[in-house]
């Protein structure tokens, strides 16, 4: 009887600890959804609009090995690339859409970095300027299609955390180009 209790008991810790690895948290954080692990399931946002609407704006700049950064609109938006991203010298492209959503295009589109590169979006034309509930509610999108445009919503394919400069622009980091917007989640 005494025997059966202990058998009992060592089969419980074991399942305990079973159950808690499982449950355990990654320490890398949340990770982003996936067009391909979601298909057609990709959550929907609503994109952050601007005060006004704008017109459609660009800039290309040549950027290598040691890095640069890259400005649109007077710091609208800025671009940053380290040294050892890029392998070769490589023309980089940056544009705003025309319309009222705060959305980017960046490329060449798919260009993957061997090291992250930060986007840094101004936030001061924007309802997030004067709301911590939105601030504190923004991502960053990375966008497949233009499928969204004029529904200012947005099908995320990935999410990126932000973090909030002193100055009210938005942070995040990526490896790869392509669409980029900033959503409320």
Request: glycine share 8%; with cysteine; aromatic share 6%.
């Amino acid at each position: 009887m005494k025997r059966t209790g202990l058998l009992r008991a060592n089969a419980l810790t074991v399942a305990l600890v079973m159950f808690a690895s499982a449950c355990s948290v990654d320490a890398r954080g949340p990770l982003a959804p996936s067009a391909d692990l979601l298909g057609d399931a990709a959550p929907v946002l609503p994109m952050l609009q601007r005060t006004g609407p704008v017109s459609e704006l660009s800039v290309t700049q040549e950027v290598g090995p040691l890095g640069g950064t890259i400005q649109l609109g007077g710091g609208e938006l800025e671009v940053s690339i380290p040294a050892g991203a890029l392998a070769e010298p490589t023309w980089i492209t940056l544009t705003r859409p025309a319309g009222n959503d705060v959305e980017y295009r960046f490329s060449p589109h798919g260009l993957q970095f061997a090291q992250p590169v930060t986007v840094k979006i101004n936030l001061l034309n924007t309802p997030a300027a004067s709301s911590a509930t939105i601030l504190n509610s923004l991502v960053a999108v990375y966008f497949v299609d233009d499928d969204h445009h004029g529904t200012h919503e947005v099908s995320a394919s990935e999410l990126f955390p932000v973090s909030i400069s002193l100055d009210l622009r938005a942070v995040f980091k990526t490896s790869h180009f392509s669409g980029y917007c900033m959503a409320m989640d």
